[in-house]
């Protein structure tokens, strides 16, 4: 209530406050984004491609942060202000040197890992799999995002109580959606498409390609589709599509040549950009060990 309304609130009071942050930091890496433990647990080694080279720089970092976390959990009651500070910054800046990692989503190397860890089956259809491997991942990301939100927040809380603020640290950031993949596109025509004009995917690509922001809205409702809802967007969405198909038709009306030609490929490329490898100098700089050795 105190942090609610801007009321002055003690250093004794910061400092149970700050502690408590442990207990949240404890059940995001456990309970509430238990992938997290999972991804900690998994043990992958000895890669032998670049998409098992992922998952193992993914698994390290996810052995890290919840090394880190458990190690607060145990020392929660004991350990002084300043080291406590200084693990929240250890935290907070490798979250921030993974944040950096490049690829189609944030932490791909996370992805990597889920997608080694979640195989493909006979006795299951390849389309499912790669459906939980996205909201795994997804919830990955948010967990991740969480976690450093909680971090953020301790800092700041010290730094009310008169500690160094000089943390060199990033703050908080949103997690990032799953991009829609050709399997969400096409259910989604298949399921939904003459509700909203698109009949074929060359319905999408006019409506889509040129616009990214759009295309999130439209992923908003996908999504809510897929919960059995209705999203909040839905009706702008639909009639923004159905502008946006006349607008192109009356541009090309006796035009003799199709306005657009696109197989399966090029449509997948569009919703799926290549990913991108881990560096060597990204995964020297994360530098595992050194933070598993202190906070085991």
């Known amino acids: 209530m105190a942090h609610k309304y801007k009321v002055a609130v003690s250093t004794a009071d910061l400092e149970v406050s ?25 043990g992958a080694a000895k890669p032998t491609n670049e ?3 992922q998952a193992v720089a993914g698994y390290e970092f996810c052995k890290a942060l919840v090394s880190i976390i ?16 200084k693990a929240f910054v250890d935290l907070s800046k490798l979250i921030d040197t993974n944040l950096s990692v490049q690829g189609p989503v944030q932490f791909p190397h ?67 959606r799953t991009s829609l993949d ?15 004009g698109i009949e074929d995917k060359d319905d999408w690509e006019t409506v889509f390609r040129n616009d990214p922001r759009f295309l999130q809205d439209m992923t908003t409702v996908i ?16 009639e923004q599509i159905l502008q946006a ?20 490929d090029q449509a997948k490329q569009m919703a799926s950009p290549e990913v991108k490898p881990v560096s060597k100098e990204t995964k020297s700089s994360l530098d595992f060990e050194r933070l598993l050795r202190k906070y085991q």
């Open 51 to 53: 998409q098992e080279e």
């Open 223 to 238: 999504n809510a589709k897929q919960r059995a809802t209705t999203a909040v967007e839905d009706a702008q969405v639909k």
């Open 18 to 42: 700050v502690r408590k942050h442990i207990d949240t930091l404890y059940d995001y890496a456990h309970k509430a984004y238990d992938i997290l433990e999972t991804c900690a647990n998994a």
């Open 182 to 196: 050709l399997y969400d596109i096409i259910n989604f025509i298949r399921r939904f498409g003459g509700q909203y």
């Open 245 to 264: 198909l006349r607008d192109h038709r009356a541009r090309t009306e006796g035009v003799n040549t199709p306005y657009f030609e696109a197989g399966e």
């Open 110 to 176: 996370v992805s990597a890992l889920i997608w080694e860890m979640i195989p493909l089956s006979q006795k299951v259809k390849p389309a499912y799999v790669d459906k939980i491997r996205k909201e795994k991942a997804n919830k990955a990301r948010h967990g991740i995002a969480r976690i450093k939100s909680v971090v953020t927040q301790a800092l700041d809380d010290m730094t009310k109580m008169g500690m160094s603020q000089e943390t060199g640290t990033g703050g908080r950031f949103t997690a990032q």
């Open 70 to 85: 458990d190690y607060l959990k145990r020392e929660r009651n004991k350990i002084p202000m300043p080291k406590l500070q």
